[in-house]
């Protein structure tokens, strides 16, 4: 399976960007997906997680309802909307899919529970 990050870019404070991310080799409905992002010098850090159903949304505190994650499985897409975003939200946005034959609830929050990366897209939110 690959993924393919996109959407990424500069925007101002308070702005809001669309990350996307297409999977292929298999079907995204298969899957739990996760955005995370790593600032320079810090870990990777979850921001939204889904089920594998769909059902299930999963947001850090420090979100505060800013972020909302989606599957398209139409597409073969998850999207990570981001809005009144904070110079604290600049970073490399990654896109990560987890283990398959999982019960349809299932979700996870920990980098190694997702074996499947995108290559990430840069957010920079300027002051």
């Known amino acids: 399976v690959q993924l393919v990050d996109s959407g990424g870019g500069l925007v101002q404070l308070g702005g809001s960007l669309t990350l996307t991310c297409e999977l292929s080799g298999d079907t995204l409905s298969r899957y739990p997906i996760a955005w995370f992002r790593q600032a320079p010098g810090k870990g990777r850090e979850l921001v939204a997680r889904v089920s594998v159903n769909g059902w299930t949304r999963q947001y850090p505190s420090w979100v505060k309802g800013r972020f909302t994650i989606s599957k398209d499985n139409a597409h073969n897409t998850a999207r990570l909307q981001l809005t009144n975003l904070q110079p604290d939200d600049t970073a490399v946005y990654y896109c990560?899919?987890?283990?398959?034959?999982?019960?349809?609830?299932?979700?996870?929050?920990?980098?190694?529970?997702?074996?499947?990366w995108g290559q990430g897209t840069q957010v920079t939110v300027s002051s």
């Open positions: 990560a899919a987890g283990m398959t034959n999982v019960p349809p609830e299932s979700t996870y929050d920990r980098v190694y529970e997702y074996p499947n």
